[in-house]
T-cell receptor
Framework: GENVEQHPSTLSVQEGDSAVIKCTYS??????FPWYKQELGKRPQLIID?????GEKKDQRIAVTLNKTAKHFSLHITETQPEDSAVYFC?????????????FGTGTQLKVEL | DTGVSQDPRHKITKRGQNVTFRCDPI?????LYWYRQTLGQGPEFLTY????????KSRLLSDRFSAERPKGSFSTLEIQRTEQGDSAMYLC???????????FGPGTRLTVT
């Protein structure tokens, strides 16, 4: 089955700096890669996703890049703000006939310091 | 609130008891997923439905777990003879179409004493 590794496990940045979180996956059939933000005690929130037919996607301060050859994808957050502090999870899945079960990474605790 | 809802939000039960959780997906979503999340970990896939059909179950799901989605709308997850290892957050998510993103509910936190 799919295996997703995520690094780093914790990341501390100064407000205004950029943050980068990296993930690798094992199943070459995976073609959908979402990122979730989870604040303490809250539900995982979908913040951006990318499909295998594109190499990069951007939404305001957030961007995701995908390298299918190397089987890795990354989340980039620019101009970080204190409200970006949360746990971020990457995930991967392969679309099947009925759905796309997600395999998650182990999470990155991002702390944005003033 | 038109998002995914789950009930109850918290459940404390004694070992050996049965528990049932409910998930109401976003109304136009035909796919519904159950995940389990333990502290410090990412969600782990349990099972999913397309409309009322249960299409896949994880090997993590023992025979004590059963899920239904009888009319293709809400879903229930039942755990029989609960064990302390079942203590976790049970998350439900729904999506629309094959390429739709999954949106999570607030979860049901189960504590087995």
């Amino acid at each position: 089955g799919e295996n997703v590794e995520q690094h780093p496990s914790t990341l501390s940045v100064q407000e205004g700096d950029s943050a980068v979180i990296k993930c690798t996956y094992s199943d070459s059939a995976s073609n959908y890669f979402p990122w979730y933000k989870q604040e303490l005690g809250k539900r995982p929130q979908l913040i951006i996703d990318i499909r295998s037919n594109v190499g990069e996607k951007k939404d305001q301060r957030i961007a995701v890049t995908l390298n299918k050859t190397a089987k890795h994808f990354s989340l980039h957050i620019t101009e970080t703000q204190p409200e970006d502090s949360a746990v971020y999870f990457c995930a991967a899945s392969a679309f099947t006939g009925g759905g796309n079960k997600l395999t998650f990474g182990t999470g990155t605790q991002l702390k944005v310091e003033l | 609130d038109t998002g995914v809802s789950q009930d109850p939000r918290h459940k404390i039960t004694k070992r050996g008891q049965n528990v049932t959780f409910r998930c109401d997906p976003i109304s136009e979503h035909n796919r519904l997923y159950w995940y389990r999340q333990t502290l410090g970990q990412g969600p782990e896939f349990l099972t999913y439905f397309q409309n009322e059909a249960q299409l896949e179950k994880s090997r993590l799901l023992s025979d004590r777990f059963s899920a239904e989605r009888p009319k293709g709308s809400f879903s229930t997850l039942e755990i029989q003879r609960t064990e302390q290892g079942d203590s976790a957050m049970y998350l439900c998510a729904s999506s629309s179409g094959l390429a739709g993103g999954q949106y999570f509910g607030p979860g049901t936190r189960l504590t087995v004493t």
